[in-house]
Structures are given as C-alpha cells and as structure tokens.
C-alpha cells in the first residue's frame, strides 16, 4: 500500500520505511525510555503547514530532560529533516511522528552510555477518533484507571512509557463498549483523556484542567483556549474539574493534534447537554479547522509552510 513508499528519516538518513528498524535490545523497547510528538501538517492552498512546529519542537527537546536524553540533532536539522520527509513522501498534510529513545547498546534500567536515536515519519491520518466522530461526538467512560502523578512520572514530558497508562484506559473503555476514556488524576479529579485534554463547558465559561492536574501541557488546548479569548469566552485553564462536575457539564470536548476537537456527547451513558455536539464546541472547532485549513489568516506564526522553506 502506499505506505511502503514511505520515506523516514533515522538517525541522519532518509531510509525506506521497511529499513527503518531497531535491534530488539533497543533500551526504549524494554523500558519505555523514548519521548516523541504528534504533530499534524494540513493541506493549505499554499502547499502543506505544519501547525505549531516551532513549540512541538521546544517540548520535544524539553521532555528529554528528566531523562537526561541528549538530542544529538539540532532544531534546524530535525527542522529539515520534517521538511524533507513531507516533500519525498509527496504529503499533502497528514502526520507527522517524531521520536528520540535510548537506542541498543547494553540492557539495564539505567541507559549508561546507550545512543539516543531519532527518527521522523510522516503519514496521511484521518479522524482520530472515527469519521463522524467531530460532528456527532463521542461516548466515552471514566477509566477505573487513574492517571500517574506528575510526581511520579513527569506527565509534562511525552515518555513513550507513559502511554501504558493510556492504553490501559483507553482499551478498557473500548472494552466496554466506550470510544475513548476520560482517565482522573491520583485525586480522583479530572486530568485528560488517554491522548487527549479536556475540556468542559457551564454556564458559557470554559474551563479545562491546569498542570497540577498531572496533564501534558497541549498544545491543542493551547491553541483553543486562546481562540476561545478571541471571542470573548472567559477560560479558567487551571481549573480542577470533580468527577461530578463532569455530569452536569453543558459542553465537553477533547482536544489533541490527533483528536483535533472531537466533542464528548455521553459520559458513562449519562448524556451531556444535549448529547449532541454543543453550541460553544461548534464555535470554537469551526475556528479551529478554519484557522488550520487557513480559511483565516490569523496566526501566521503558527504554520511552517513546507514548499516555502
Ligand atoms: C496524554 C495526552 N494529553 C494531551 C494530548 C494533546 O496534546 P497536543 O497534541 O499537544 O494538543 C496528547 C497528544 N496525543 C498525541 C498522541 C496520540 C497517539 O495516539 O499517540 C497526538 O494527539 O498526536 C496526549 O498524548
């Protein structure tokens, strides 16, 4: 399929995608020890632009730091590197997965003197959450899994390893059932979904939950709350949202760059609002994907245009 002529760039080299492979000893593969990103680009009528490069870039760097993870690429190179792949494999926009992970050398938790490797792939994705999923919404369950604490796992760097806790939840709403989970934090409250943040409408005010609610700092959520200012809605972006909050929400919505905003119509079979896709998730997802799709020229600075680099 039309994957095979894929083109990844590894460790400094363009290579075929059935090439870019690892040795089973890798240390990322045994403890999880690797950091990446997700990142969208978007079909423009100025070509392909990725959305927000520059501060996918910036966490990326910074999520090896507790890891004590050296990129030995600079940002210009994993830059190009980007650039290239979305031109030689043709893209119009899609998705594009960069990772940096302790490599083979010697086995045991610590990474010693292990390589750090990087590779980025880029492929067409559609809806993240399944086709109808941005007009009608999503049925999602409270996982019975709690999200580890940022004290525990820094939840503000994007570990490959962290996602265990993610896959747990996830598959255990799917299960039952359920399209995605909501997962709470070790205090019971509202912290994000698996692969996405959340957030919550009442009474016209937006809130979504803070750092301190061991969330990864999104750059989606970012992006929505500042529309969201734009047109004058007040966003609380530090709030903490009890399980019971969740019940009597008017609106709730997750956002990621895989999820884009994909609305919440029924938490638990309880159904929220309307069980419909809201009024304010409508308003601010149309400007979402008219700022994304460049139906507007607000915010240039938030788009790398790769046939103009
Ligand atoms: C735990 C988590 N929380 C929030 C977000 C939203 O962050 P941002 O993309 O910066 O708005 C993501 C992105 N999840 C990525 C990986 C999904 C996957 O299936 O893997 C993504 O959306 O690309 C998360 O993984």
Redesign the pocket.
């Known amino acids: 399929d039309e994957m095979d002529v894929s083109t990844i760039w590894m460790s400094g080299e363009y290579t075929d995608w059935e090439d870019a492979t690892v040795h089973v000893l890798t240390h990322g593969l045994h403890y999880g020890t690797g950091v ?5 680009a978007y079909d423009t009528d100025r070509g392909p632009a990725i959305f ?1 490069w520059e ?2 870039l910036e ?1 990326l760097y910074n999520s090896t730091k507790p890891y004590d993870m050296e990129i030995p690429y600079t940002r210009e190179e994993l830059t190009e590197a980007t650039l290239e792949v979305i031109r030689r494999n043709d893209l119009d926009g899609g ?1 594009i ?1 960069p990772i940096a992970f302790y490599g083979y050398d010697s086995l045991g938790v610590s990474p010693k003197d292990n390589p750090t490797e990087v590779a980025i792939a880029a492929w067409p994705w559609g809806t ?1 959450l399944g086709e109808d999923a941005l007009e009608n919404g999503v049925d999602v369950m409270v996982s019975s899994w709690r999200k580890h604490a940022s004290s525990q796992i820094p ?1 503000n760097a ?1 570990t490959t390893g ?2 265990v806790n ?1 896959m747990l939840a996830g598959e255990e709403a799917r299960r039952n059932g359920y399209v995605e989970a909501i ?1 709470l934090n070790k205090e019971g409250n509202v912290a ?6 959340i957030f919550m409408v009442r009474d016209g005010k937006l809130y979504t939950p803070g750092l301190s609610q061991s ?9 929505v709350i500042t529309l969201a200012r734009e047109r004058g809605y007040e966003v609380d972006d530090s709030a903490t949202i009890s399980r019971g909050e969740l019940n009597t929400a008017d609106e709730l919505f997750f ?5 884009e905003v994909t609305p919440i119509r029924k938490v638990d079979n309880v159904v929220i609002g309307e069980g419909t896709r809201g009024p304010v998730t409508e308003e601010l997802q149309t400007a979402f994907f008219d700022l994304v799709e460049r139906r507007t020229d607000d915010h240039e600075e938030w788009f790398t245009y790769v046939d103009e680099q």
């Open positions: 990446f990103e997700g990142v969208r927000r501060e996918h966490r998705y997965r993240y939840t994007k962290l996602y993610s997962v994000e979904g698996p692969g996405e943040n969330i990864l700092d999104g750059i989606t959520r970012d992006t956002t990621g760059s895989a999820a």
